[in-house]
């Protein structure tokens, strides 16, 4: 499967950047939950764990835990793309193995797209994420979308170089 990477600026979120660590780091820091762990939730937020079954229908899940201790689980969602060094999406209105979820009223669905593509030494870097309607995107936007998912992106490549 190849989801679509057109942007729909009424649906969509995107956070695009050039980041000086290689593609493949890039790929290991978004697959393999210990790297994932590390820089997913900005800070002081933190990862406390992740399930990555790497496998279009594998299940994508992180539990996220605030400065005060309170865990949050949104449930797993569905990987539904996967090419090494390149994409890799996901959504969490499915869950594993493309079983649809019932709606959760807390919940936002989107499906997200994140695209590597090497440059030199380093790889562009997109993060395309979809919402249902236009409501869904201006709340993830008024939630701090692009701050928050930066200061991930930041938190990624900072990880990335120890790697």
């Known amino acids: 499967m190849t989801t679509d990477a057109t942007i729909d600026p009424a649906l969509d979120l ?26 997913f939730t900005p800070a002081p937020w933190s990862t406390v764990r992740c399930t990555i079954d790497l496998r279009p229908g594998g ?15 949104e449930g797993a969602g569905c990987i539904l793309e996967v090419a090494l060094n390149r994409r890799l999406a996901w959504t969490s209105a499915l869950g594993p193995a493309y079983r649809p979820l019932l709606a959760r009223p807390e919940g936002m669905p989107f499906s997200a797209v994140i695209t590597m593509t090497p440059r030199g030494d380093g790889t562009d870097y997109r993060a395309l994420v979809r919402h249902a309607d236009p409501a869904g995107r201006e709340r993830h936007e ?9 200061a991930a992106l930041d938190q990624l490549v900072a990880h990335a170089k120890t790697m």
């Open 14 to 39: 995107v956070l695009e950047r050039f980041v000086d660590v290689p593609t493949h780091l890039v790929w290991r820091a978004w697959t393999e939950p210990e790297h994932l762990k590390v820089w």
């Open 59 to 73: 299940e994508f899940r992180t539990v996220m835990r605030s400065p005060e201790g309170k865990e949050v689980d």
């Open 142 to 150: 008024e939630m701090g979308f692009h701050d928050g998912w930066g």
